[in-house]
């Protein structure tokens, strides 16, 4: 090609050019416009009755934000694989914020909805920080605690306890909430939850399945206080599995059976903590925490 020729074609691009979108032109050092979101971290649960704690906490957070997005996620992905294979997928953290991304949010809001800062919530602040910053990423992505993180949240979330006990229960009859448990640090927040609502009300006590305190030191508090009935509560975001099986079942290792073997009438109440106001309030408490910082 001629000299002449390449410079004509060069001229003819110009136009070609200007008709351009600036953001295909300038696309490395444009400011993207800010768009804030919301998602939302539950363990999960494979019982439909649940569905209603997640509602609950839905139309609290979209109440308090009004016209922020909000998004799902779960961090079981035992209880993933399970309803997978009902032909129903649910989205972990990463493929949520994966999804944020592509729609172009710059400031994410991440609120657990754990009960204590265990290994689930822990993993989940290692993973979801990782998509701040990235290259035409999440700009800032902030996580709000679970419901037990402070002291102050301790000593609240046992305030709240002793509000929603059913207004049957008599004075000399116990109350026994069941915890999940770990075998993370963070297990010693059922310990210190239930110190402080040994001081609030000295017939209400915590255990936990997989953790500390376990049910026979429930048994042993229970004898010795003399009590023979029992209001069985899941001290859990939903009463899933655990609540229906572990905790009320007629199986001979649920804890109904085994403290009515030891002489103790037991009235199961089934409804998670996220079924309460008083809990998703403390969500989302923490929530407006994180959302705070953003500009």
Known sequence: MKIQDFIKAMVLLIPISLL????????HGEKRPMKKGILLVAFGSTIPEAQVSFENIENSVRKTFPGVPVYWAYSSHIIINKMAKEGKHLATPEEALAKMMREDFTHVAVQSLHTIPGEEFHGLVENVHKFAG???GIKRV????????????VQKVAETIVKIIPKERKKKEAVVLMGHGTHHPADVYYAALNYH?????????????????????VIEDLKKGGLKKAYL????????DHARNDMAGSEEDSWKSIL??????????????AEYQEFVDIW??????AFSHFP
């Open 20 to 27: 351009m979108p600036t953001s295909l032109i300038y696309g």
């Open 134 to 136: 990235m290259n035409k």
């Open 142 to 153: 902030l996580v709000g605690h679970p419901m037990l993180a402070t002291s102050g949240d």
């Open 197 to 217: 609502l040994q001081k609030l009300d000295p017939y209400v006590f915590v255990g936990t399945v997989e953790g500390w305190p376990e049910i026979d030191d």
């Open 233 to 240: 509560m899941p001290f859990m975001s939903v009463a899933g």
């Open 260 to 273: 009515e073997k030891e002489g103790i009438q037991c009235v199961p109440v089934l409804k998670g903590t």
């Open 284 to 289: 989302v408490d923490h929530l407006k925490t």
